[in-house]
Every structure is written in C-alpha cells, then in structure tokens.
C-alpha cells in the first residue's frame, strides 16, 4: 500500500480504518492502538502522515494520547477519553445554567506539539474559575472561523478567545466584535489595526535567541525554513528575530538560503502530495546550496520535513547538518525525536487568556499584549559545524 493508491488523503484512509477497528472493538476500551512508527510502516508512509491521523483520532475523543506510553482506545462507558478535560461540545452547552460563564475557544486546531498546552491552561483557568470552555477547530480556515464566530454567539458565549487562522486578512467577524467591545482575547498572535487584547510568545526574542545558539556552535550559512508569512505576525515576528540575530553578530543575512513557500504543514493544506512536494523541494534546495550547515524550522513539523529531506540525501542530523526549531513533543522513555527547540509556555498562555477574557466580562482592563518568554531546550538535532560536509 503506497501514499498514491487512492484519491483520499492516506492520513484520513488511516484515520478511518483504525476508527473502524476501535468501533468494532478490534481495539478494545483501554488497548494500545498502533504508534505512529507502526503506522508509518504499515501503510508505507511518512511519520508525519499517521502522526495526522493519529491526532484526529484524539481529537474526535475516540483515543487518548499518554506521552513515552502510546495512544490507547478511550473509555466508551464515560463518554469521556480524559477524565481531566472540561471541554463541551455545544449541545452539551446549551445544557448550560443561564447563570453560568461560558467562553467559546476558536482554534485552528491542536495537536501534542502545539495546541494541546492551550487547552489544558485554559480548561485549568475555567475549572478554577467556575465556567465553561466550548471548543470549535477552524482547520485555518476563514469561512470556518466566521460561521464558529457566528454560531458561538448564537449560542449565548459570554466571552470568546480565537487563535485567528492563518491569512493575509483578518476575518471581518473579528472586526465586527472589537467594534461591539464583545471580550475577546486573541492567542498566539495580535491582528494589525485591531484594537484586540493578545496574548503570544515573544516570538522576535525567541528566534533571535536560537539563531544565536546556532551561531555558538559556528554556523553561520542559516536556511530559513517557514511557510509563506502572509502577514501572519508569529511569522513575521520570528523573520525578524533572525534578522537581528544576524545583525548583532555581523553576519549577512543570505535570503538565498531561505525557503518560505512551504505549505503542506498549514492545516488546510495537509495532504500527502503536498508533504511531498514540499520534501523534494528541501532536498532539491540542499543539493543546491551546499554551504548550508544549519536548517531554522519555524515550527515542528516543518523540522520534521527537514530531517527527512536531510536522510533522503544520506547525510545525519546534526553530524552535517543542524536543525533547530519551535515546539518539539515530550519524549519519554525513549519515544520520539528529540529536537533542540524554543518551547513555547503554552500552559501559561492558555491560563492567561482564559483570566484576561473574564476581566473583560467583569468590565476590568487588561493589557493590549502580552508576551511570554519561550525558553531553548537543547535536543539531539543540533551540534558544532563541520565544515568539511559533501554533498
């Protein structure tokens, strides 16, 4: 079986038959369900493909994913796959006591590299506070995210946070709610032009503090690995960090070793033939600037690609080349690949924006943005350069 057998997408081809088999209880209520490794083997594709499929099984609830242990079937009886998630869906909500807060959270969607702190920060913050947190995924895209805008306040949400979907506008529902002063908070990133409380990392000081770790270790010849930046300002906010990086130390900045056109890891963009299209051009872009010695992934799955374009050309990570980037999963016991990256305090940010957004229905003030330190966390990914490195 090849990623090219059938005109699905392999990740909801797996998807579906592992849901199949947790249905017929194949795998029954608290078995282990089969790893991303497994899968990958199984199937003859990428980690990346059944890692996909993998986290859209935990997020129709119907596995639980336990980090160093596996992904286990949920437990059918309670209804629930996490004892400790306070997340309802919107029938559930409707069940609601008129006399209780209820936030809506719109996100693009979540997964055990990034998302997930945010939710736990956030359900943490609801639990201590007394409310209720009501969950819509817009896969990072617009329209998804005005009907969720749409349909939450229909539904009578009291406040809402949206991690706005990535594109070069913002999506005017947004605008229509920063008009009527609704309370709103926006994580991960700030909107341009709009006068919205935000809650994100510091991602400038972030990039420039990992472009400096790499530049420790005496690379200097940098490819800038990201998707288009399309005035998304996380994007932006962490070029301009590796600029200044650069600056400081005097280097040149050679956008010639950039690539900035990747797509197939945006949520409205994964497919198969994308995630290919985008390894062969990394492995075509390494062969032709051989002076690179050090890849900058500006989020996990893209460091994910990039190591493999790397083995595809029979070179190691990082005996001949570095990569560093943001997020990487836990590791435990062995499981998993430990990437040096910038790891974000999701938690905190998630607790944060839960807080702000109930001061603001309390008619308090809150701060316009706030951004958190991210801190480096070495990994196996990155080592001193080698210059004598072939091609």
């Known amino acids: 079986m090849t990623e090219s057998t059938s005109s699905k997408p392999m990740y909801e081809k797996i998807f579906d038959e592992v849901k199949e088999s947790i249905l017929t209880e194949v795998y029954k209520p608290g078995e282990r369900v ?50 400790g998630m306070n997340i309802t869906t919107p029938a559930a909500a409707m069940k609601i006591h008129s006399g209780d807060k209820t936030v809506g ?12 702190g945010l939710i736990y920060g956030m359900e943490q913050a609801s639990r201590d506070s007394d409310c209720f947190l009501v969950l819509r995924r817009t896969f990072g895209i617009p329209e998804n995210e005005e009907q969720a805008i749409q349909k939450l306040l229909k539904l009578g949400v009291d406040g809402l946070i949206i991690f ?25 990133r700030h909107l341009k032009g709009v006068a919205a409380a935000s809650i994100s990392s510091n991602n400038l000081e972030a990039a420039l503090d990992a472009t400096e770790y790499l530049f420790d270790l005496g690379h200097s010849h940098i490819s800038f690995l990201s998707p288009p930046p399309v005035d998304t300002t996380a994007v932006e906010d962490r070029i301009e960090g590796f600029i200044q990086a650069h600056a400081q130390r005097g280097v040149v900045v050679d956008k010639e070793l950039w690539v900035s056109d990747l797509t197939s890891t945006l949520p409205k963009s994964f497919n198969t033939d994308n995630i290919e299209r985008d390894l062969s051009r990394l492995v075509t872009h390494l062969q032709s600037h051989p002076s690179i010695t050090a ?11 990039a190591k493999t374009a790397v083995e595809r050309l029979g070179l190691r990570v990082p005996e001949d080349i570095s990569i560093i980037c943001f997020d990487s999963p836990p590791t435990h016991l062995g499981s998993g690949y430990a990437f040096t990256h910038m790891r974000q305090n999701e938690e905190e940010m ?32 990155t080592g001193p350069v080698r210059h004598n490195k072939l091609l």
Do not use: C, H, W
């Open 34 to 83: 089969p790893s991303e490794k497994e899968l990958a083997e199984t199937y003859k594709v990428s980690r990346i493909t059944s890692k996909k499929a993998l986290e859209m099984l935990a997020a129709e609830r119907l596995i639980v994913r336990k980090p160093g242990r596996g992904s286990f079937v949920a437990d059918a009886s309670t209804g629930q796959p996490d004892p």
């Open 105 to 116: 959270l719109i996100i693009t969607d979540f997964g055990n590299s990034y998302g997930t």
């Open 164 to 188: 706005p979907a990535q594109g070069e506008y913002f999506n005017a529902e947004i605008l229509k709610l920063v008009i009527r002063r609704f309370p709103l908070v926006l994580v991960d």
């Open 295 to 305: 890849l900058f992934a500006i989020e996990y799955n893209i460091a994910l690609l």
């Open 350 to 381: 998630g607790r944060i924006a839960l807080e702000n957004v109930l001061s603001i229905m309390n008619g308090q003030s809150v701060p316009n943005k706030v951004m958190l330190e991210a801190e480096l966390v070495p990994g196996n990914s």
